[in-house]
């Protein structure tokens, strides 16, 4: 009688999940890089892969969790049927919560970062580990929070959790409170031969920092942190989990539009542990997103993109429909975003911005130049400020033409009061310390703007080696600045705020940016100001910009726009008086 096959271990089929991704026999492109981070950890001297917790936590959501809602690919329904862990799923977890350090016993991983587009069982896998964890921690007292920008979300993995616990018959252990004021689930278990077997405690919560800091829990689910508004609203959990040793933040996503936002940030931030320029042996990151050219643009026809960014291509997410999907947006570019964002999982800019900050990115990209190289090249510099009338974000940018290589070049510095920044970088979300550390944005030791310091920074530029030939500003309240500057020897020319006579210098930009031929020394002060820039055309080829939210800021970039017209201003001069000398 022939033998029965060898059911393969958890632990086999997270090794072979990662084997295959990394040979490209699953198409996931993006998450091989995890994928080789895992098998190359296997080989550590100081860390080992124990199977005992992940094995546990997989066996409890099998067992015990069931599906809400759904239906198969084929289209039998799913509700009530045993929630089946995917091999992406079963990676995930062994990785979570199976590596330790050898010397102190200790788990890795204290942070994660999830990146899968929408329709991938997302929430229910939000739900499901959810739950397998809070019963692996109960000898600690598990605590564990999912949180989401609005409560609703929250309550789309508690109400999965509280489905199965009936389904199951297991409600009635334990005391749940599901009413306008709480949604959590909590039990005490049983002492036995007098140790305790722990508790746990499961709430659903709106990630609101202004009310949550005596929370204390060992885990938190932070779910769509790409609606969050501001870190904060990240953080306090995070920091909630500071008593444990084996704590766990988890934040899971799927792409926005917003390249701003928290959750972007995050994106960046996972994306440099996987390439491996950043080092941070706590933070585990599955990342899964369609591919992007040097220029941003991505082939959303191709099946193999749409089977690269969902790892639950062929289960969860039908081919059919992705391409049904594909070809309206290719159809119809109001749907392509959206498609683009919540199926291909690809940062998009708003439908209300007006600027693609990727062909920014793209001409960016292209150039390495230091300001010491800059100084030294012969190149006139035009310059424009944007001043804050009491406390808030003040902006001076430099613009000059390269004509060697034909590119322009945009050099901008913000200024904010200090006694300022901590208020309006979590009411607005702004990175103001973010920018301070990299060199891009001056705290200002004043409780209102002081322009002073707009001045030393001009002058400081000159030092370097920088030929300022004349700065615009509008000269409606900016008397003391502009008399501060014309006492240091700059040529101030009066620029008044007309968009009839912005919009030039906007064009240009705007042109420079989409020939690859603009600079701005990679400075994401700049690319969060221009990200934020809403505009009207008219039909004379006029353009009237805004930001387009009063939360947001736009001065770097408007500042920019002013040192460009003085740019263009000069350049006409010359060019007409070379046309008079010529006749």
């Known amino acids: 009688m022939a033998k029965k096959p060898k059911t393969k271990s958890y632990k086999d089929i997270a090794i072979?999940?990662?084997?295959?991704?990394?040979?490209?026999?699953?198409?996931?492109?993006?998450?091989?890089?995890?994928?080789?981070?895992?098998?190359?950890?296997?080989?550590?001297?100081?860390?080992?892969?124990?199977?005992?917790?992940?094995?546990?936590?997989?066996?409890?959501?099998?067992?015990?969790?069931?599906?809400?809602?759904?239906?198969?690919?084929?289209g039998k329904p799913l509700r009530g049927e045993p929630f089946v862990m995917l091999p992406w799923q079963v990676f995930i977890i062994y990785n979570l919560v199976g590596w330790r350090y050898k010397e102190s016993g200790s788990r890795r991983f204290k942070e994660a970062f999830i990146f899968v587009p929408r329709k991938n069982g997302k929430t229910a896998f939000v739900a499901a580990l959810t739950w397998g964890l809070s019963i692996l921690?109960?000898?600690?007292?598990?605590?564990?929070?999912?949180?989401?920008?609005?409560?609703?979300?929250?309550?789309?993995?508690?109400?999965?959790?509280?489905?199965?616990?009936?389904?199951?018959?297991?409600?009635?252990?334990?005391?749940?409170?599901?009413?306008?004021?709480?949604?959590?689930?909590?039990?005490?278990?049983?002492?036995v031969k007098g140790k305790s077997q722990g508790s746990i405690h499961i709430e659903a919560l709106a990630a609101n920092p202004d009310?949550?800091?005596?929370?204390?829990?060992?885990?938190?689910?932070?779910?769509?942190?790409?609606?969050?508004?501001?870190?904060?609203?990240?953080?306090r959990f995070k920091e909630a989990m500071k008593a444990y040793t084996n704590k766990l933040m988890v934040g899971i996503t799927s792409g926005g539009d917003n390249i701003n936002s928290f959750g972007y940030n995050r994106l960046q931030y996972a994306e440099k542990v996987l390439n491996g320029t950043v080092k941070d042996d706590s933070f585990f990151a599955f990342v899964s997103h369609a591919e992007e050219d040097e220029k941003g643009n991505v082939d959303y026809l191709?099946?193999?993109?749409?089977?690269?960014?969902?790892?639950?291509?062929?289960?969860?997410?039908?081919?059919?429909?992705?391409?049904?999907?594909?070809?309206?947006?290719?159809?119809?570019?109001?749907?392509?975003?959206?498609?683009?964002?919540?199926?291909?999982?690809?940062?998009?800019?708003?439908?209300?911005?007006?600027?693609?900050?990727?062909?920014?990115?793209?001409?960016?990209?292209?150039?390495?130049?230091?300001?010491k190289d800059l100084a030294k090249r012969k190149i006139d510099w035009y310059g424009g400020a944007d001043l804050s009338r009491m406390h808030d974000l003040t902006a001076a940018a430099l613009f000059g033409h390269d004509d060697e290589t034909d590119t322009d070049i945009?050099?901008?510095?913000?200024?904010?009061?200090?006694?300022?920044?901590?208020?309006?970088?979590?009411?607005?979300?702004i990175p103001l310390y973010g920018w301070q550390d990299e060199g891009w944005l001056?705290?200002?030791?004043?409780?209102?703007?002081?322009?002073?310091?707009?001045?030393?920074?001009?002058?400081?530029?000159?030092?370097?080696?920088?030929?300022?030939?004349?700065?615009?500003?509008?000269?409606?309240?900016?008397?003391e600045y502009i008399g501060a500057m014309k006492a240091e020897g700059f040529k101030v020319v009066d620029q008044p705020q007309y968009y009839y006579l912005k919009s030039e210098g906007f064009r240009h930009i705007e042109k420079a940016a989409k020939d690859g031929k603009l600079y701005y020394m990679h400075s994401q002060a700049y690319e969060y100001c221009v990200e934020n820039v809403a505009a009207i055309e008219r039909t004379d080829d006029m353009v009237r910009f805004e930001k387009v939210e009063d939360r947001m800021r736009i001065d770097l970039f408007d500042a920019s726009v002013f040192a460009c017209v003085r740019y263009l201003n000069a350049k006409d001069k010359i060019e007409r008086a070379k046309r008079w000398f010529d006749e």
């Not at 945009?410 to 979300?429: C, L, N, Q, R, S």
């Not at 030092?463 to 700065?471: H, L, V, W």
Request: aromatic share 10%.
């Open 16 to 74: 072979q999940y990662a084997h295959d991704v990394a040979s490209g026999k699953i198409i996931a492109g993006n998450n091989a890089r995890e994928a080789r981070r895992f098998l190359a950890d296997l080989e550590r001297d100081d860390i080992y892969l124990d199977s005992k917790d992940p094995d546990h936590v997989i066996n409890i959501i099998q067992k015990t969790m069931v599906h809400r809602q759904g239906e198969t690919i084929d």
């Open 137 to 191: 921690e109960r000898k600690s007292g598990s605590t564990i929070y999912i949180v989401a920008a609005a409560l609703k979300q929250s309550k789309e993995a508690f109400e999965d959790i509280l489905f199965s616990l009936r389904h199951k018959g297991m409600a009635k252990e334990f005391r749940i409170r599901d009413n306008n004021a709480e949604h959590s689930i909590r039990i005490d278990f049983p002492t």
């Open 211 to 235: 009310s949550q800091d005596s929370f204390n829990c060992n885990i938190a689910i932070a779910d769509e942190i790409h609606a969050f508004k501001k870190p904060a609203q990240y953080n």
């Open 302 to 371: 191709d099946p193999r993109q749409h089977e690269l960014a969902n790892p639950s291509y062929g289960v969860t997410i039908r081919p059919e429909d992705m391409m049904e999907d594909a070809r309206q947006a290719q159809n119809d570019p109001q749907q392509r975003k959206d498609f683009l964002s919540r199926s291909l999982n690809i940062y998009s800019s708003s439908i209300k911005t007006y600027f693609d900050l990727k062909e920014f990115r793209a001409s960016d990209a292209g150039y390495e130049w230091t300001l």
């Open 410 to 429: 945009i050099i901008t510095h913000g200024f904010f009061p200090i006694v300022m920044a901590a208020k309006k970088a979590d009411e607005d979300g």
């Open 442 to 479: 001056t705290m200002t030791n004043t409780p209102t703007t002081n322009v002073e310091d707009v001045v030393r920074w001009f002058c400081g530029m000159r030092r370097m080696g920088f030929k300022i030939r004349q700065i615009g500003h509008d000269r409606k309240f900016a008397r």
